[in-house]
């Protein structure tokens, strides 16, 4: 197995830093610190970082196809002009549960929005997994969930890769790219005690998962297929929480970090790069079409 080195490419000073994509257009990374309620989008060309304090717990953004950014918080949707900076409330699936936040959420290629929900206080079972049309309709699509995290398509659109945290699972559900209907859920990776835990995660041109380590201190790559371990990337710090594909041919692949609870680790809350993997990522998907 070729294992390789992370490098750190921006010092956000995060708490948590989550939720990375890829913005095609802007050649950016937009991503999120949970705990700070900040929304950023970083130029790794120019080393400029914008941000937004939203006033809430935020665990996924993406960008809309009108050049909006759309966000999952601990009060619901929320929609964010990052020109003016004006902060829009959206819908609330779960306005009966305040202890619950959004946590990770990714567009599909056809660009709804797939994001999922978590206890505060991890209670096991208390967030769900919901799609978010381009229409804006919102609906649980997965129920008992305890940590919802990373997501993926396949590159044929026909099958969606998704994490709850806990588990130890990559689960994969067959994937109706036209109704954006799933079924089938079955696990398809399982991670071994002493790696961590699966945390987000993307796909690559290949059809293999890159799977960032919560407590693991690394991203992996694996193969859905055969569930073997290919590639592992080792970073200075515990807490590898998402990644993305991203530059010029979709070739680096970011990833987040974020503070351990009790470890001093100078690096931890970083963003960070790795270069030279000889594989691409498919793109970041875009809320609407
Ligand atoms: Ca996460």
């Known amino acids: 197995m070729q294992t390789y080195q992370a490098s750190c490419i921006f010092d956000g000073k995060a708490t948590l830093a989550e939720g990375p994509g890829w913005d095609e257009e802007r ?23 914008e941000t937004w304090a ?7 953004v ?3 196809s009108e050049g909006d950014l759309l ?12 020109e003016s900076g004006e902060v829009t409330s959206l819908q609330n699936p779960e306005p009966d549960l305040p202890v619950n936040r959004f946590n990770d959420g990714k567009c599909d290629p056809q660009g709804r929005l797939w994001a999922g929900t978590m ?10 997994l919901y799609r978010i049309t381009n229409e804006g309709s919102v609906k649980r699509m997965v129920e008992s969930v305890t940590i919802s995290n990373g997501l993926a398509w396949s590159q044929d659109g026909r099958t969606m890769y998704y994490i709850d945290t806990p588990t130890r699972h990559v689960d994969a559900f067959d994937f109706d790219p036209v109704e954006g209907e ?14 961590g835990y699966p945390d987000g995660m993307t796909i690559d041109a290949e059809g293999k998962l890159w799977v960032a380590m919560c407590h693991g201190g690394t991203v992996l790559r694996i193969d859905p297929l055969s569930g073997e371990l290919l590639h592992q990337v080792d970073f200075p710090c515990v807490e590898t929480t998402a990644c993305a594909f991203g530059g010029s041919n979709l070739e680096r ?7 351990h609870k ?13 270069d030279g993997l000889g594989v691409c990522g498919v793109p970041s998907f875009a809320y609407g079409r």
């Open 54 to 60: 939203v006033s809430q717990k935020v665990g996924c």
């Open 253 to 259: 692949l970011f990833v987040t970090t974020g503070l």
């Open 119 to 128: 206890s505060c206080e991890e209670e096991e079972g208390a967030g769900s």
């Open 27 to 49: 050649q950016a990374i937009v991503w999120v610190d949970i705990e700070k309620g900040k929304i950023s989008r970083f130029y790794p060309s120019t080393q400029r970082n």
């Open 182 to 195: 799933i079924s089938n859920r079955r696990h398809v990776i399982e991670i071994p005690k002493d790696m």
């Open 71 to 82: 966000a999952g918080g601990q009060e619901g949707l929320l929609k964010l002009n990052p």
């Open 62 to 64: 993406v960008r809309t």
């Open 262 to 274: 009790t470890l001093k680790e100078p690096d931890a809350g970083k963003v960070f790069v790795v």
